[in-house]
DNA sequence: CTCTCCCT
């Protein structure tokens, strides 16, 4: 084993004590200098690793130093609605007060603050939402956006966002803080362009010192490596369990199998090991597996996606296997096709993934690659305002006041292509007028709906066709996702049972039926189970549901409006008004080409697979391996699109 | 003929 890798030393960095004292956490040394360069400068750029203590405690010290006493609040963002809850509820325990109090946090669905509080935890699409009503965010003094290495489209939005408001309010003081060491490009934003007054502090993490091995020849398969790797750390290495980074489901499936099939035959004198997989399409109480206990003779292997790389931290992993790659979704702003991929991991990935294994106990981590592949690694990974639809982004900055997109200081600016696509689709949905302003009532009221814009197209025309009470829930149910749930184990059981609610117009009319039966049946976790039907999904359409109903009272479109006749066509002509550019024809050949010309299969889990329908609606198009497929299929009648394509003309 | 991950 240990020839196969050539060994590095990572990270000599080790604090020992573990206790949670706040005056222990790394952060606390620099907790006048941070004070200082807060007070002193408009933007603070804070390095801090993981464990550091910066997202409780940086909060704590600007209260306790009165940063609250004039009446203004003290924010801090995270990408993740999780971690906003559960930070509120640790600073609030360490204030000594309830949740909602002196710190609460706000994220969808989801409020505790009130107005003693002083400290807010929100997702930063959360505040990107209070733009529109506080475009100065004048309830702040202090905003803190935290984990700004992720460049989440959301995170560099607030960048350009902050600039601006900087700009006008000089008491206002921001903390970028990020885990990544590459900061002089923020700061290059700020002072260099702008004059905005910087300052840098880094804080050391808490991190036990992690091995690093890299293979000395590249591997041709990185599954098979993946299993042997586990197998010999098995075989060689003391205990402490084991973390895999691989790319997909079907990965992390095929491993865990062949982790079990070995399991069988475990020499008697090797810890056995227990194969778990972690990936967000699993049921909850499935992903809480990962967190189980197992007594010493046991070693937990746990096959991941990139879940486990920020999103979910698991305490007691001593050895982590790295593939080096993860999937990516590149969205083409041509054809609107998004496509999944597999690409190599940046280096800060790399570091981010094998700091996973240091967070309990000095670690070692396995690199499935040589490290001259590691060194031609990228420092960053790529921001995602690069490669994904910018249609959200511009729908937003209009209603913010920007006649051109271009005057938006854009810490990376997106593509060119990328802006005119979404000003095109924009245009044509009706949300931005000849003179590219945003249209009144519908390009306003399309802002504000927490949905895709064609969905909220489609929500907004329905009070013309009579069916907004059945446009809520379908929109409802289309964000939240695939309702169907299909175990390998029992698929034939799960598609007998999901049969019973498929109705022949097609997907989105069955996702229909499925939300309104689980409404009735007063979202029965165990009807669920019995049929199949994925409650999680069910549950947050349900969320979404009853988050949409005050918008619709406020444009004053009545939810009660629905068809006296049972014909579904009305549904399905509004939804195309949302939907008329994702529509598909069938071809002599059995396959199907879109209005646009290019040829699309479709998906194998829509129920209308194989009924060669003459003209199709779909929902969602992924391309894979070169073939585009489409989902959420919807059969239209032809003469429904003549009418739609004659009027737009 | 398969589906990284978040979020208003």
Wanted: aromatic share 10%.
């Amino acid at each position: 084993m240990e020839d196969e890798f050539a060994i590095q030393s990572f990270k000599p960095t080790l604090s020992a004590n573990l206790a949670f004292q706040r005056k222990l956490l790394p952060i606390f040394k620099y907790r006048e200098s941070l004070l200082y360069a807060i007070e002193t400068f408009q933007v603070t750029l804070l390095h801090g690793h993981t464990g550091c203590g910066k997202t409780t405690q940086l909060p704590q010290y600007l209260y306790e130093t009165g940063w609250t006493k004039e009446g203004k609040i003290i924010g801090c963002t995270q990408p993740r609605r999780l971690v906003a809850r559960s930070v509120a509820s640790r600073v609030s325990e360490e204030l000594k007060t309830e949740v909602g109090k002196t710190c609460g946090y706000k994220i969808q669905f989801e409020h505790n603050v009130s107005s003693e509080t002083k400290i807010e935890y929100m997702t930063d699409g959360s505040l990107l939402k209070e733009i529109l009503t506080d475009p100065l965010l004048e309830r702040y003094s202090v905003i803190m956006i935290d984990e700004v290495h992720e460049r989440t489209v959301n995170i560099d939005l607030l960048l350009g966002i902050l600039k601006r408001i900087l700009l006008k309010r000089p008491d206002l003081r921001v903390i970028l803080a990020s885990a990544s060491a590459n900061i002089q490009k923020l700061n290059n934003f700020f002072y260099e362009q702008d004059k905005i007054n910087t300052n840098i502090i880094s804080v050391e993490g808490k991190l036990y010192p992690v091995d690093v091995m890299y293979l000395e020849n590249p591997t041709e398969n990185y599954v098979n490596t993946a299993v042997e790797t586990v197998l010999n750390i098995n075989s060689s290495y003391p205990s402490g369990d084991i973390l895999v980074f691989l790319t997909d489901r079907r990965e992390v499936d095929e491993c865990v199998k062949r982790i079990e099939a070995f399991s069988v035959t475990t020499p008697e004198d090797l810890p056995m090991l227990v194969p778990l997989p972690l990936y967000s399409g699993l049921t909850m109480d499935e992903q809480l597996r990962v967190f189980d206990i197992y007594e010493q003779r046991f070693r937990k292997v746990i096959f991941c996606t990139n879940i486990a790389e920020a999103s979910v931290t698991i305490d007691g992993i001593v050895y982590v296997i790295d593939s080096g790659l993860c999937k990516l979704r590149i969205f083409n702003p041509y054809s609107r096709i998004s496509k999944l991929i597999r690409v190599p991991i940046s280096k800060s990935n790399a570091i981010q993934r094998t700091g996973r294994a240091g967070r309990t106990n000095p670690g070692k981590c396995f690199r499935l690659f040589p490290k001259n592949v590691y060194d031609s690694l990228k420092d960053e990974s790529d921001a995602e305002i690069s490669h994904t639809d910018m249609l959200p982004v511009v729908l937003f900055l209009k209603s913010i006041g920007l006649r051109n997109i271009n005057q938006f200081p854009f810490f990376v600016p997106p593509p060119t292509v990328h802006i005119i696509a979404a000003l095109e689709d924009l245009y044509f949905l009706g949300a931005i007028d000849d003179y590219s302003n945003l249209t009144d009532p519908t390009g306003f009221q399309m802002v504000e709906l927490p949905l895709d814009a064609r969905l909220s197209k489609a929500l907004l025309s329905s009070a013309t066709y009579d069916c907004t009470y059945a446009m809520l829930n379908i929109v409802s149910v289309v964000m939240a996702g695939d309702v169907f749930y299909r175990p390998a184990r029992n698929h034939h059981e799960a598609t007998a049972c999901h049969a019973t609610f498929i109705t022949e117009e097609g997907d989105i009319l069955t996702c229909l039926n499925v939300l309104e039966s689980f409404l009735v049946r007063k979202k029965d976790m165990k009807w669920c189970k019995t049929n199949f039907l994925n409650y999680n999904t069910l549950n947050h359409a349900s969320e979404i549901r009853r988050h949409i109903l005050p918008y619709l009272q406020r444009f004053r479109i009545s939810p009660e409006r629905r068809l006296t006749d049972t014909g579904s066509s009305k549904i399905i002509e509004c939804l195309l008004q949302g939907f008329f550019r994702n529509v598909a024809h069938l071809q002599d050949d059995g396959s199907y080409k879109t209005i646009s010309g290019s040829p699309v299969w479709i998906d194998q889990k829509s129920t209308m697979n194989n009924k060669n329908i003459p003209w199709i609606m779909f929902t969602s198009m992924v391309e894979y391996e070169g073939r585009a497929f489409i989902n959420g299929i919807t059969k239209i009648e032809s003469k429904w699109l003549e009418k739609f394509y004659n009027r737009k003309k």
